[in-house]
């Protein structure tokens, strides 16, 4: 039929009775297509909410939106078939972020060119700047960093080396313990704690800097 | 700053988390901050750079774009009917074992004899008892008890399109025309448009228990894509109905595709604004996919 001509509307009954439609009310008789189908709805009721933050994380860590959707969709389809792994009731959104970690760090990070060093002297320098002043972080909070821009904090925050980000965004974006990150990361709890206490010095520096390029007084932070 | 600072900063960390630490480190650390200005210091930018991060969470948040959802849900469709062929050809392996040890059995002249003439008598039998022998497989009652239910209605009334037994009660190719011809046709709530790559062929309205409902027909190439468009509100009051695991995965994904069983034809979900939509057509789910953006005018 290529060409449709206007008829009578009663042509278009909903109720069709007669149709025999073989589409969601057949049931299933095979025994293994019921047990991979309540697989696959608590996959669906375990690991699909997680999608949104997931997805963030790989933006964080690929920096580029097309390789966080590759990584999003591998990550999600490796859960899926390791899903018998994984111990029901258990943290499904950690087991989720170290899939991803570990996608990410053999198939995509080893195209991207990233020293991953500590920017030692830019801590050392900024404590420099705010060592002699007594100031209190909320002084800090409302005089310069609630005055940054949403786009500021994430160029910031991207910048930093990776292992400092992801401690970062799994701490205080994702709301993560340590407990939960050393496992995602696969490293001491003692090591997420010195990433996190790195990262924050590093990320303070940054956005301190971007204040006062915009003309912020934050003398009260510097010598 | 010497090593015992470093130290002392780091656990400084753990205690602006709320992390543990041995109760007579955590004591040292709060009595030090009161006279370690170089602790305070920590504190302060420890404190304000967890505050501004966790204060701007949701603007540093990025979502999966819908088309990513919509592919991931895909894959897993995929992913399922892999692992249910990948089921059914070792049944049918066993199946296929099973049928070649019993027949070498029965095809030992010392059976074989005998059974024929059994079945030939039995055969004959049955033959002549039947009432309606011609009849008797032609017809296989399938009960469904779905009218009531959107996807249900959507696939029949695609099938109506392409059988030729439903036509356009408008046609026209532009959405306000459409949208005027469905509001004179008493359609009382408002309709939207889909982001789709396929060219906009007409409508027709429907009744279903006094409400008046809006069916969309595009065509991609030489496809139909036919789209029913109902208010939120309708399933909500279930005066029309959606199956719940469908229903489950557009609440949790935005999107539920399903390639109907025994035919090529994919049918989608979603909710569109204020209205629920299903789409069905003849085109693949990635082709179909791939006409929808996720904008809508």
């Known amino acids: 039929m290529n060409t449709l001509s206007v008829l009578e509307i009663d042509k278009f009954a909903l109720t069709n009775e007669e149709i025999n439609l073989d589409t969601h009310s057949k049931v299933q008789s095979n025994t293994l297509m019921n047990s991979s189908q309540s697989k696959q709805a608590l996959f669906e009721q375990e690991a699909l909410p997680h999608m949104n933050a997931l997805y963030s994380f790989a933006v964080r860590l690929c920096r580029d939106r097309d390789d966080a959707s590759d990584l999003l969709q591998e990550t999600f389809l490796k859960g899926y078939r390791f899903f018998d792994k994984f111990e029901s009731g258990t943290n499904c959104k950690a087991w989720l972020f170290r899939i991803l970690k570990n996608t990410y760090i053999n198939q995509y990070r080893k195209d991207k060119k990233e020293p991953d060093t500590v920017e030692y002297d830019t801590i050392e320098e900024f404590y420099d700047l705010i060592r002699s002043e007594s100031s209190e972080s909320t002084d800090l909070q409302k005089r310069i960093f609630d005055n940054l821009l949403d786009d500021e904090i994430s160029i910031a925050l991207d910048s930093l080396p990776e292992s400092f980000r992801t401690a970062i965004i799994l701490c205080d974006l994702e709301g993560m313990t340590y407990e939960e990150i050393s496992e995602i990361l696969e490293c001491p709890i003692g090591t997420v704690r010195s990433r996190l206490h790195r990262a924050r010095n590093i990320l303070a520096s940054k956005l301190i800097k971007y204040a006062k390029n915009r003309g912020y007084d934050t003398h009260q932070y510097e010598q | ?297």
């Open chain 2, 1 to 297: 700053m010497n090593y015992k600072q470093q130290e002392l900063e780091e656990n400084l960390t753990s205690l602006i988390d709320g992390e543990y630490i041995a109760p007579n480190l955590r004591e040292e650390l709060l009595n030090r901050l009161d006279s370690n200005t170089e602790l305070r210091v920590a504190h302060t930018i420890q404190t304000a750079t967890k505050n501004i991060l966790i204060n701007r969470k949701d603007a540093l948040s990025i979502n999966a774009p819908l088309d990513i959802q919509m592919a991931i849900q895909r894959n897993l469709a995929n992913e399922e009917l892999m692992n249910s062929e990948e089921h059914s050809s070792t049944f049918k392996q066993t199946f296929y074992n099973a049928y070649n040890a019993i027949l070498a059995i029965f095809l030992k002249p010392v059976i074989a004899f005998p059974l024929g003439i059994i079945i030939g008598i039995s055969g004959y039998l049955l033959y002549n008892q039947s009432p309606n022998n011609s009849d008797a497989f032609s017809y296989v009652n399938i009960t469904h008890n779905g009218n009531d239910n959107l996807c249900f209605q959507a696939y029949n009334n695609f099938h109506s399109l392409e059988q030729g037994n439903l036509s356009l009660q408008k046609v026209t190719q532009n959405k306000e025309e459409l949208s005027r011809f469905f509001k004179e046709k008493g359609v009382n709530y408002p309709v939207f448009y889909p982001e789709i790559d396929a060219e906009l062929q007409g409508g027709v309205v429907s009744e279903y228990k006094g409400v008046k409902l809006a069916h969309f027909v595009f065509k991609a190439g030489d496809k139909f894509v036919y789209m029913y468009e109902v208010p939120n509100q309708m399933i909500e009051n279930h005066n029309l109905n959606i199956n719940p695991k469908a229903i489950e995965i557009v609440n949790k994904a935005d999107w539920y595709w399903e390639k109907e069983k025994g035919s090529n034809n994919t049918m989608v979900l979603w909710r569109l604004k204020s209205n629920m939509c299903s789409i069905v057509t003849n085109l693949r789910i990635d082709q179909l996919s791939a006409l929808i953006h996720v904008k809508e005018s």
